[in-house]
């Protein structure tokens, strides 16, 4: 899969986030991840922490 800044994704913790850069393509992201409990957290993903792209 390959993602683009500001592409919507599914983590497989059930949280969405959005791509906001673009460390390495396949390997590590920076996102805003929409938190459950309503706010939004910008930290650094993994590829592996994403189940899929929703939008």
């Known amino acids: 899969m390959i993602l683009q800044e500001y592409d919507k994704v599914l983590l497989k913790t059930g949280e969405t986030a959005y791509i906001v850069e673009i460390w ?14 309503g706010s939004i957290e910008t930290d650094t993903i993994k590829h592996e922490d994403i ?3 929703v939008g």
């Open 24 to 37: 390495e393509q396949g390997v590590a992201y920076e996102a805003d991840i929409d938190k459950k409990d």
């Open 51 to 53: 189940e899929k792209i």
